[in-house]
């Protein structure tokens, strides 16, 4: 069978692999090259570097062969080696300049076989190049994928872990004071181990919420319920309701409220943006003593700017960057869990917002977040 019959034509240009058959002088003497490209074949026949494009073959006037680093090409050495030896080569990694699986001449990574033979008493090769490009991208991407489920698996530990610490603190106080509450003989003993009951009861269910508001995040099930929300409305009474907090504690911070003269109305989920400027107004109260609290919003032409802002401790410019991760918590002997801010910014980014802080040491912090005007859920790092 000759090589310009039919069949087997046929499987040259559907091969997946280019075939060259060439001479000890590197000439390519036959190649399915020109059948799956497309490419014009030249009369004179070309070598081994310059059909596949060799970055040297292509700047050197002579071509494959003459440019002073071809002594070190891999290919070549390898080529040379086995006819001096006669042992065939397979699977030799080299970046060449070939059509990729688009059609597009690109730098691909591939790799080079070769198979000694003799036709009419004179050394040959057969040569095959396969383009792996597509399959080391794919490795790349199980490999990421491997390393993000083992971070998962790392990450759900050591959630498991800090969970089964930060449940049994306030369960534990709950229980021990429940039974010195019933045996309390002075109203002072009774009142002082009711706050300490009732405060960790508190923190506890706050605890809790978290965890189930987690637990939908990481299961995909975080619903949204859209509705049109008067800004300016829900402003005011958090205002106040933050206010009546501070006044029954005799606290005698302040609470500035500021709102926008137009009277906007938002379609966006209300108990979500309520949630995370409650969470951001909790924490201004934990953290100011004296002076005030502000919240309130502003417009711009991407949309909304919402912002909290107090004359509290503030936070140190080496824990800002870390403030939104799970578990991150200033001080310890305050109330909270720690997960607050790190569901604010999953409600944020999931609406298509950003969220971050401003802070200096010792003379406040404002905790900020924007949303378009008209949000919608997307996912996550969208």
Request: hydrophobic share 35%.
């Amino acid at each position: 069978m000759k090589m310009t019959d039919l069949p087997f034509k046929a499987i040259m240009r559907n091969v997946h692999a280019y075939v060259l058959l060439i001479d000890r002088d590197f000439k390519v003497l036959y190649t399915n090259y020109y059948d799956i490209t497309g490419e014009e074949k030249l009369d004179e026949p070309k070598r081994v570097g310059d059909l596949l494009r060799c970055n040297n073959a292509l700047s050197a006037k002579g071509g494959c062969g003459t440019h002073a680093l071809c002594s070190l090409c891999p290919i070549r050495a390898t080529i040379e080696r086995a006819y001096r030896t006669q042992q065939n080569f397979t699977d030799l990694d080299a970046i060449l300049n070939i059509h990729g699986v688009d059609g597009q001449r690109v730098e691909c990574e591939t790799q080079v076989s070769g198979e000694c033979i003799e036709i009419d008493g004179r050394d040959c090769m057969v040569i095959t190049v396969h383009d792996i490009t597509h399959l080391k991208h794919i490795e790349a991407e199980l490999k990421k994928a491997r390393e993000k489920a083992e971070n998962a698996n790392r990450s759900k530990s050591a959630f498991l872990a800090n969970m089964s610490h930060e449940i049994r603190t306030p369960l534990n106080a709950i229980i021990g004071f429940s039974e010195l509450l019933g045996s309390a003989t002075t109203e002072e003993e009774k009142t002082q181990y009711f706050e300490i009951v009732q405060n960790n009861n508190e923190m506890l269910q706050q605890l809790i919420s978290d965890i189930l508001d987690l637990s939908k995040i990481e299961a995909g099930t975080w619903g949204f319920t859209f509705s049109d929300v008067n800004l300016n409305q829900m402003m005011l009474d958090l205002g106040q309701q933050f206010r009546m907090r501070l006044n029954e504690q005799g606290s005698a911070v302040q609470v500035i409220c500021e709102v926008s003269q137009e009277g906007y109305v938002m379609h966006v989920d209300r108990n979500r943006l309520t949630q995370v400027i409650v969470n951001f107004m909790t924490n201004a109260i934990k953290f100011t003593e004296e002076g005030s609290i502000t919240l309130g919003y502003t417009t711009n032409e991407d949309g909304f700017h919402f912002y909290v802002k107090d004359t509290g401790s503030g936070i140190p410019n080496d824990k800002q960057a870390d403030i939104f991760n799970r578990f991150v918590k200033l001080e310890h002997e305050k109330k909270g869990t720690g997960l607050g801010l790190s569901i604010c910014q999953t409600i944020i980014q999931k609406l298509g917002g950003k969220i971050g802080v401003h802070s200096e040491l010792g003379k406040g912090s404002m905790f900020w977040f924007t949303l378009p005007w008209k949000p919608e859920v997307g996912t996550l790092g969208a």
